[in-house]
């Protein structure tokens, strides 16, 4: 603290689902826990926003800053974070996928970590992911949901489409399969009036992974969203 007090270092933390445990191979933080964490930042940090930086103490600060950051926008963050950062009186930044929010539907990455953690031996056994060898992978459902999460969020957004015609089918034939859920359009505005919004591009796209013209115009088409239903 003292270090960060010195040179006047800007802290972003970033969280994403915070819930209890579930199903998915790719594990959520824990409320219990997030609420000590936060409550600790809240007794040692200055919290602030992106937007409220100008306003925050520049002379004489007593606290390092700090930001609290969400990405992606799950439900989650209204049914357990809200209520913790509520009580504390919190303000932080969130940053939705726009086109997951309208569609409901999270990116491809975090369905397949849900599917891993999900789905019966038999139906993972069977899987079939283009250009990523399954066999001989002796892993638990944690680490082999990583691996398959990490291989489909770094491909240019063009291939995630197909790959997402490709695995949902496969991945319905679990009757039981329930992915993270995420936040419609009402929920980011209700979120709005209390928590500072991003957005995290429209699709979840890994921008190194696209071109300069892409993402232009992916800035071009957020910007546009936010006019429109922010």
């Known amino acids: 603290l003292d270090f960060a007090l010195k040179i006047r270092l800007l802290i972003i933390l970033n969280f994403h689902k915070i819930a209890?445990?579930?199903?998915s191979s790719w594990k959520p933080f824990d409320p219990i826990i997030f609420r000590e964490v936060m409550r600790y930042i809240n007794e040692n940090f200055e919290v602030s926003t992106f937007s409220a930086l100008k306003d925050s103490k520049k002379d004489g600060i007593d606290r390092p800053r700090i930001i609290i950051s969400f990405d992606d926008g799950y439900?989650?963050?209204?049914?357990?974070?809200?209520p913790i950062l509520f009580e504390l009186g919190v303000r932080v930044?969130?940053?939705v996928i726009p086109n997951c929010a309208i569609k409901g539907i999270p990116p491809l990455n975090v369905i397949a970590a849900d599917w891993i953690g999900q789905a019966p031996l038999g139906l993972i056994q069977k899987l079939d992911v283009p250009n990523f060898n399954l066999a001989g992978i002796n892993k638990n459902r944690d680490t082999l949901g990583s691996l398959i999460s990490q291989f489909l969020k770094f491909?240019?957004?063009?291939?995630q489409k197909k790959y997402f015609n490709y695995l949902l089918p496969q991945f319905l034939e679990?009757?039981?399969?329930k992915w993270t859920k995420m936040m419609n359009l009402e929920d980011v505005?209700?979120?709005s009036s209390i928590h500072?919004?991003?957005l995290h591009s429209m699709n979840?796209?890994?921008?190194n992974q696209e071109s300069d013209s892409y993402f232009q115009q992916d800035l071009l088409d957020c910007s546009k969203f936010a006019d429109q239903e922010l």
């Open 20 to 23: 209890p445990p579930d199903q």
């Open 75 to 82: 439900k989650d963050f209204i049914e357990y974070a809200m």
């Open 93 to 95: 930044n969130q940053n």
């Open 155 to 159: 491909m240019p957004f063009a291939d």
């Open 174 to 177: 679990f009757d039981g399969f």
């Open 189 to 191: 505005k209700s979120v």
């Open 196 to 198: 500072e919004i991003g």
């Open 204 to 207: 979840h796209e890994s921008m």
